[in-house]
């Protein structure tokens, strides 16, 4: 008797190497499953990479015409998911286009599988006439895997469907390496406490309450970490403030020596994004496992589940520069608390979020009772 291996195919819309959220998860999903039990592949676009197979994970990249609302059309997307045949079809949403290829394509399969990343936000216009499609495809899905259990309650798409719900979090490695050399950037900021922003220059990341906020807080640098469409605006903003003394931006960092040197040389860390469309913050853990205590907005997401109000730090109202300001200014004035919220984060990480523990909950995420055969 030999058992064969499970299939899992994941449909997003970018991939490895491309960064980001929904990636890394894919990508932790994908490192988590031994490749003795399942083959991995991934269907994405991409108009930079060739389909590759990569650490025994096959990507199926295709090409796509243009983006539009947060969705990469490509006919070769729909063509190539119209030849998958898999026991385990995963989508990653949100991604209303491949919900209509999925009705079109009609893809093989044994189990339909979602991983909810985010809430629709700011496409109400063009929802309405796909509103009915988005939930009747959650509707048919067998699974549905949540990074927090927050927005199994507040999220109107999933509401409905709270028995499907499988919360399984991200999670991070908790064991540091021990850092000999002197951290060159405490040293370049050496008279002046340092606040921390990472991810995507967008819009709903909100960095632009977190620069305003800088007019209001005395010796210290905010260095943001990331690039992105908005970035013209930020540099605008900075200097129209006279703020060049006082906010950095670093651009894209892909050294991750380099990155874990910035997490551990910064005081706070501040998440300032606006809209649920942040539903998760990996970014949040990156900082709390390095003991630093985190300044996020109060989204009703896996934002707040991350990092929790007064206990791994503090939380305030979206779009609210001055409520910034103040928290910023509070910690940076009670080196006490600013520590004892460092120490919960940590904490935090390592009893939630640890990889090592997570890891192998991977594999129950999958049913495997039902979907394997034997020969």
Not at 176 to 187: G, R, S, W
């Amino acid at each position: 008797m030999s058992q064969e291996k499970i299939k899992i195919t994941h449909v997003t819309r970018f991939a490895h190497p491309h960064i980001g959220g929904i990636e890394a998860v894919i990508n932790q999903i994908n490192e988590s499953l031994s490749n003795e039990e399942f083959d991995k592949e991934v269907l994405c676009c991409s108009n930079t990479e060739k389909s590759s197979i990569e650490n025994g994970v096959k990507y199926n990249r295709a090409r796509y015409w243009f983006e539009v609302f947060n969705n990469t059309i490509s006919l070769s997307f729909l063509w190539k998911l119209s030849r998958v045949n898999t026991d385990i079809l995963h989508y990653h949403m949100p991604f209303i286009f491949a919900v209509i290829c999925h009705f079109i394509a009609r893809p093989k399969y044994k189990k339909l599988y979602i991983t909810y990343h985010a809430e629709l936000c700011g496409y109400d216009k063009v929802m309405k006439y796909f509103w009915w499609l988005y939930k009747y495809f959650y509707k048919i899905t067998d699974r549905i895997h949540i990074l927090s259990p927050n927005v199994m309650y507040s999220d109107k798409i999933l509401v409905p469907f709270k028995h499907k719900c499988y919360v399984l979090p991200f999670g991070v490695d908790t064991q540091l390496k021990d850092n000999e050399q002197q951290n060159k950037i405490k040293e370049l900021y050496k008279d002046k406490k340092i606040l921390l922003c990472s991810g995507r220059l967008v819009r709903f990341k909100g960095f632009q309450y977190a620069i305003d906020a800088m007019k209001d807080v005395e010796n210290a640098v905010l260095l943001i970490m990331g690039d992105g469409n908005y970035r013209e605006m930020l540099e605008e903003q900075i200097e129209l403030n006279h703020l060049q003394n006082k906010v950095i931006l670093l651009g894209e960092i892909a050294d991750k020596n380099y990155k874990n040197e910035l997490f551990e040389a910064c005081d706070i860390f501040l998440l300032p994004s606006i809209q649920r469309t942040e539903s998760f913050a990996i970014v949040q853990l990156e900082a709390m496992r390095h003991a630093k205590p985190v300044i996020n907005t109060n989204l009703g997401t896996g934002v707040n589940f991350v990092s929790i109000n007064e206990q791994t730090g503090i939380t305030i109202e979206p779009k609210n520069s001055d409520e910034l300001a103040k928290a910023i200014n509070d910690l940076l004035n009670n080196n006490q608390l600013c520590l004892e919220y460092g120490r919960n984060a940590r904490e935090r990480v390592k009893i939630r979020f640890d990889i090592n523990k997570i890891q192998n909950e991977y594999t129950t995420l999958y049913e495997k009772s039902d979907i394997i055969t034997t020969t």
